[in-house]
């Protein structure tokens, strides 16, 4: 007697767990969304993260799988220093703020791993993130062109620097740049010429940040080789984790 096992389509077990999949994608979109700040420099963002840590965190522990917590020796000492140094010299709150900001990120990263474990949420968490960045270049694009100086973020005290939605041109270069290696990385847009224009746009938009720190990714080769050479395959191909990719890489 032959028994036949019934193994369920990848886009089955997707679809029970889309609000996950879904919660992490709209994260990844409102990354650059830091201006207005509220109280603590908080934000839509941070909402959009809690969210996305907790159906992640119910996600990994219903299918199975482990809590991965990329950057945990590094943060421990973070914290355990920065209390420290808190106790010692007394920091205060805005201390205690940091170090609670710090732990905050490092739960996004280790949300972004645990998700990335699974192939089809890596894959719509690249795409998401890919295509946003995309989308916000090209936003940043039209306000510096429209002369909109309150989208592009330019302001009297960093001059002509766009800082866009983040509050800072060098952050605004950091999240453009990142988003261009998860572009090249993942090899999204799939079409070879459009992800070279969408890789030329984002390029545009740290220009007009004239950030000097972010410069050396598109001018030094070796992070574009090492991109380029990376296989299609899935996430076990990947020779990094996916949280490398997260804030708390920037």
Do not use: K
């Not at 509050?167 to 950091?174: E, M, S, V, Y």
């Not at 080769?221 to 020779?239: E, V």
């Amino acid at each position: 007697m032959t028994a036949v096992a019934l193994v369920a389509h990848p886009a089955m077990h997707l679809g029970r767990w889309r609000l996950a999949i879904a919660a992490i994608a709209v994260a990844v979109v409102a990354l650059p969304i830091l201006r207005p700040a509220g109280p603590g420099n908080t934000g839509f963002v941070d909402l959009a993260l809690v969210v996305a840590m907790l159906l992640a965190a119910v996600w990994a522990s219903v299918r199975g799988h482990a809590l991965h917590l990329p950057y945990a020796l590094p943060v421990v000492l973070t914290v355990f220093a920065g209390s420290l140094a808190a106790a010692t010299a007394g920091g205060g709150g805005h201390t205690m703020l940091a170090l609670a900001q710090d732990v905050f990120v490092f739960a996004w990263s280790a949300a972004v791993a645990t998700i990335g474990q699974d192939r089809p949420a890596l894959d719509a968490f690249c795409r998401a993130w890919a295509y946003s960045a995309t989308a916000w270049a090209a936003l940043l694009l039209f306000a510096e062109l429209a002369g909109l100086n309150w989208l592009s973020g330019i302001n009297a005290r960093d001059g002509i620097r766009a800082s866009f939605t983040l509050g800072d041109p060098n952050l605004a270069a950091d999240y453009f740049i990142c988003g261009l290696f998860v572009m090249r990385a993942a090899r999204r847009p799939r079409n070879a010429v459009l992800r070279f224009l969408a890789c030329l746009l984002v390029v545009v938009a740290v220009v007009l940040t004239l950030s000097t720190a972010a410069s050396w990714p598109c001018s030094s080769p070796r992070p574009w080789a090492c991109c380029s050479r990376l296989p299609a395959s899935g996430a076990s191909s990947w020779p990094w984790p996916p949280a490398a990719f997260s804030p708390s890489a920037g």
